[in-house]
């Protein structure tokens, strides 16, 4: 059975920083694709980054709103996947999800939201001004 269970979310203020893990098992975590969503209160659930799986050299793609705050990495020997936050504005308030898919690329991560194999619970990030 995959689980993927995120942890780290929480309140900050505006300026602030968090970061959030994701714990997966059950699959080849190498194999993977790995990616953070977001669904803000009455928004549709949008893509935040991804990393590709272990073979095609772990290239990221992270979405405009997130470019240069956000850093995605993973340590494929704990089956964990991070999610750096800097400089967090109230906009990024939201429920954060940890997704794998056998994607061959971060980038089609980021494209083919549909095709994603498994999501976590999620974590709430508050950020407040």
């Known amino acids: 059975q995959v689980r993927l269970v995120e942890s780290g979310g929480g309140s900050v203020q505006a300026g602030g920083s968090l970061r959030l893990s994701c714990a997966a098992s059950?699959?080849?975590?190498?194999?993977?694709?790995m990616g953070w969503f977001r669904q803000a209160p009455g928004k549709e659930r949008e893509f935040v980054a991804a990393?590709?799986?272990?073979?095609?050299?772990?290239?990221?793609y992270y979405a405009d709103s997130v470019k240069g705050r956000f850093t995605i990495s993973r340590d494929n020997a704990e089956n964990t996947v991070y999610l750096q936050m800097s400089s967090l504005k109230p906009e990024d308030t939201a429920v954060y999800y940890c997704?794998?898919?056998?994607?061959?690329?971060?980038?089609?991560?980021?494209?083919?939201?549909?095709?994603?194999?498994?999501w976590g619970k999620g974590t709430l990030v508050t950020v407040s001004s």
């Open positions: 997704a794998a898919g056998l994607f061959r690329s971060a980038q089609a991560m980021g494209t083919i939201t549909n095709a994603v194999d498994y």
């Open positions: 059950g699959l080849i975590f190498s194999n993977y694709a």
């Open positions: 990393i590709s799986w272990s073979g095609s050299g772990g290239s990221t």
